[in-house]
């Protein structure tokens, strides 16, 4: 019988409910604090685990992985340094590192170095035997081929390599205004659509568009690996460093 694990992401699991448990109390008309309530943390973060983990009848705990973006450092920012420029001084909620050290060691987890749990789920989907399920609410999960649940509608979807392909073209010509890059220059959703449905989803497809804006291919290149979520073709788990990714034209 095929293995059903689940590959968690961990970041948003830790943040929505640090968030959700996160209260303000009001001492007086001139002072008002925020508090948490650290078991009530710790157990709305298990209760949550345990629903997907009954709902996709995952009997053996050890087939659950949470996966965290590693902090110290992001490959993406050596490519783009704007990348998440944005989200400087962005504050997390409170006990925010308390409730990722207690998922880390109630659960199975893993960090790839210099990389973010999105990267860390698609390594782990792309590379393990057996059928894995990714747990994120994150859009960029339509750029790996995998399963693909959505925790917030609970859509269950199955994404092959033809789709996954499409969607990372697509991510590069539109950009991602939340992660702080641009795409390419006059190129909307609509638009990215048409062109890669009219001329095909091909890195062609790409560059034409990039140089039809008054940009290069390497312009095109920097923003397709920004916008690439890391399969396990692209990270050498040896040597723990990131592959970056090459059209498959480039020798």
């Not at 309530?37 to 345990?50: F, K, P, Y």
């Not at 698609?122 to 649940?149: H, Q, W």
């Not at 034409?208 to 990270?235: C, N, P, S």
Request: net charge negative; proline share 2%; charged share 30%.
């Amino acid at each position: 019988m095929e293995t059903t694990r689940l590959l968690i992401d961990g970041d948003i699991l830790t943040y929505r409910t640090c968030w959700a448990v996160q209260n303000e109390v009001r001492w007086d008309d001139d002072i008002v604090t925020t508090a948490t309530n650290i078991a009530e943390l710790e157990s709305q973060s298990v209760s949550t685990v345990e629903y997907w983990r009954e709902k996709f009848n995952v009997e053996d705990k050890e087939n659950i992985t949470i996966c965290f973006s590693d902090r110290s450092n992001n490959f993406r920012r050596k490519i783009f340094p704007e990348y998440k420029a944005n989200r400087k001084g962005s504050k997390k909620p409170l006990a925010y590192n308390h409730l990722e050290q207690f998922l880390i060691k109630r659960y199975n987890s893993f960090v790839l170095d210099n990389c973010e749990a999105d990267d860390a789920l698609g390594v782990l989907a792309t590379g393990e035997k057996g059928r894995n399920i990714i747990l994120s609410i994150d859009k960029d999960m339509m750029t790996i081929p995998c399963e693909y649940f959505n925790m917030d509608s609970e859509d269950l979807m199955e994404i092959d390599t033809e789709l996954a392909d499409y969607m990372f073209f697509y991510q590069t010509l539109t950009g991602d205004a939340v992660d702080n890059y641009k795409g390419c220059p006059g190129i909307g959703k609509k638009k990215a659509h048409d062109l890669l449905r009219e001329l095909g989803a091909t890195w062609k497809t790409v560059v034409d568009a990039f140089k039809r804006a008054g940009l290069t291919e390497e312009d095109a290149l920097v923003q397709a690996r920004v916008a690439r979520i890391l399969r396990v073709e692209d990270y050498d788990l040896g040597k723990e460093e990131v592959i970056l990714w090459k059209p498959k034209c480039q020798n």
